[in-house]
């Protein structure tokens, strides 16, 4: 069975996992809920990602490498925002998904989310179209080279006031890091086990 049958399997009926459960319920309750797709696509036969590098100038994580994604609106189920955000922000129409399942919740304590990743699958070819509003550019990177030696190391940084470990992909192209490189990592434990 393929990576991408394996998710598949793996993610089908999953409910996502709340964010840990050793945060506080004050911090839980100030955190703003917001969804991402973790779009996967096939091409040459190797299972990879579709990320995101968004603008400099903007006010929430600029020019960090991300998934599609945004706040939930009011009422909006957070796949419903998922989907909502690629069509916005690459072009994607919510049709076009193969939706295979829900990540775990993410802490994003930088700007006090907490992000519900979908990892849906995606057509390729397809005329993705960058939002020039949000995005400078989209990046597509093979899952094995997410996990070759060297590229993903784990780091302590000083974030609200706690020590926080954060992981780390050093890429040629970019470096991706905090919420987006966590759910990677699970992504890739999903992708890789037996």
Do not use: C
């Amino acid at each position: 069975m393929g990576g991408i049958d394996r998710l598949r399997a793996r993610l089908k009926g999953r409910a996502p996992v709340p964010i840990r459960p050793d945060a506080s319920r004050a911090l839980r309750e100030e955190l703003r809920h917001a969804a991402a797709l973790v779009p996967l696509l096939e091409h040459d036969g190797e299972a990879r990602v579709l990320l995101t590098r968004r603008r400099v100038d903007l006010r929430h994580h600029a020019g960090q490498v991300s998934f599609p994604g945004g706040l939930v609106d009011p009422g909006e189920e957070t796949l419903a925002a998922a989907l909502r955000e690629a069509r916005e922000e690459i072009g994607l129409e919510p049709g076009a998904v193969e939706v295979l399942g829900p990540l775990d919740e993410v802490l994003v304590l930088t700007s006090g989310f907490r992000l519900t990743p979908w990892v849906g699958v995606v057509p390729y070819p397809y005329p993705y179209v960058a939002s020039p509003d949000e995005v400078e550019s989209l990046l597509i990177v093979p899952l094995p080279e997410l996990l070759r030696p060297g590229v993903h190391r784990v780091e302590e940084r000083e974030l609200r006031g706690g020590r926080r470990q954060v992981h780390v992909y050093d890429l040629p192209e970019a470096t991706v890091w905090g919420a987006t490189a966590r759910a990677l990592n699970q992504l890739l434990a999903f992708w890789s086990a037996p």
